[in-house]
């Protein structure tokens, strides 16, 4: 943790912060494993959303810490590249972009507010996403508790199926004539999220579209003209253009993962992570390996050590069943991974010694082929998704960023 102490303002008044993780610099990286970031890969990515996003705004979403990549690098290489603004989960997410140097919109959609959350919004100019008038009071105390003549934006949420967060579509109404009894606060934009965009079948998302136009008939029948109303992630953004409406919400489509179902995107992974084998032994037919000894070999087989386990994003559910690139060939992970190391079966590529290069995500090129590792096959070994792997890749695991 980077305790950063909160400093004393001149007039004694406490300036607000929030706490952040750090995660390992590349100043840092003693060991081999790294995360590299190629920055023209994010850029091609935000050219094929604004391809298919035509007039709508594009926010791209970079909770999570950038899905992984890190979210100030991604942001200052797509806000640099022209993208209207950024989506974040947290709070603490808004305040380490703006600590970057962001200056585009930042929208904030959990609804996770507590402690210093409301000054940190009105301080830094963080837009956050509404639905609980016991929030819209916070919010406006606080703006009026800081002086602010002009209004603070929000966005207001409506719940139109995903049971997650959001205004109830029946009380729609209610709860917008109390915020709008506040005028310390100004609703700017109207928001849902779909439930099922990257399903084989979205006739839901006609359905909820339905109901989030006639929540904003509600909004607009007592005065409230949104600036923007935003319903799309990446795979309604490409899948469905009725939700497309004025502003987009991209996340995983922005690090290079195409929607599961659907005409063909050409996006381009963002990450890929490489380490070094560390070690090797050439071991009988017999012989066991790793925790458990739940890897027997079948024949006399070379055995690699890489320096990368669980403890860094490499889920155990792969033991004995992911793959990864020695010299452009597919390599079985064997034996339990464990929390720092993971051994692999390198028998039939010949000659492989410590420092050989392993790639664990992404594409390798060698003197045996060429062959990619894609998160989403990862995924389908570890029985989750894309998303998990990349937010899975820990904070041991140093980023390098790449310009092509
Ligand atoms: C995560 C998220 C997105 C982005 O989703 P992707 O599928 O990664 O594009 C958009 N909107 C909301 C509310 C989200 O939580």
Not at 21 to 33: E, H, K, L
Not at 341 to 360: A, F, N, Q, R, S
Request: include cysteine.
């Amino acid at each position: 943790m980077q305790v950063k102490l909160r400093e004393e303002q001149p007039d004694g008044e406490l300036a607000p912060r929030v706490l952040r993780p750090r995660r390992a610099a590349p100043a840092d990286a003693v060991r081999p494993t790294r995360a590299e970031i190629n920055l023209g890969h994010l850029r091609h990515n935000l050219k094929a959303v604004r391809r298919a996003a035509g007039k709508a705004r594009v926010f791209g979403v970079l909770k999570a810490d950038g899905y992984g990549h890190g979210a100030p690098a991604v942001a200052r290489t797509l806000e640099r590249a022209g993208i209207d603004g950024f989506c974040v989960a947290l709070v603490e997410e808004g305040v380490e972009l703006r600590e970057a140097g962001i200056g585009a919109p930042i929208l904030v959609m959990s609804g996770a507010y507590y402690g210093q959350a409301w000054a940190e919004v009105v301080e830094r100019q963080i837009t956050p996403v509404i639905f609980d008038p016991g929030h819209a009071e916070s919010l406006a105390r606080e703006v009026r508790m800081r002086g602010r003549t002009a209004p603070t934006p929000v966005h207001f949420k409506v719940d139109t199926g995903m049971g997650r967060l959001g205004c109830d579509p029946s009380r729609v109404g209610p709860v917008l004539e109390r915020m709008r009894a506040m005028p310390e606060i100004r609703i700017v934009g109207l928001m849902t999220h779909l439930a099922c965009a990257d399903e084989e079948q979205i006739d839901s998302v006609g359905m909820q579209l339905d109901l989030f136009d006639r929540a904003t008939a509600v909004a607009r029948s007592q005065g409230i003209e949104p600036e923007v109303r935003h319903a799309a992630n990446s795979a309604a953004l490409f899948r469905a253009s009725a939700a497309r409406l004025d502003l987009v919400r991209p996340g995983i489509a922005l690090f290079g993962i195409a929607p599961r179902y659907g005409a063909r995107v050409d996006l381009r992974p963002a990450m890929k992570i490489r380490t070094e084998v560390v070690a090797t032994r050439d071991i009988r037919a017999g012989d066991a390996v790793g925790y458990g000894w739940t890897f027997r070999a079948a024949r006399q087989s070379r055995i690699a050590t890489i320096p990368m386990g669980y403890a860094d994003g490499l889920s155990r559910h792969l033991s004995n069943r992911g793959e990864v690139l020695v010299m452009g060939r597919r390599a079985r992970i064997v034996g339990n991974v464990s929390m720092n190391l993971t051994m692999i079966d390198v028998t039939d590529h010949p000659d492989v010694e410590p420092g050989e290069e392993v790639v664990v995500l992404g594409p390798q090129q060698g003197k045996l082929g060429t062959d990619a590792i894609t998160a989403e096959e990862i995924a389908g070994h570890v029985g989750s998704i894309a998303w998990d792997v990349l937010t899975s890749v820990s904070r041991r695991v140093p980023r390098f960023y790449r310009e092509p």
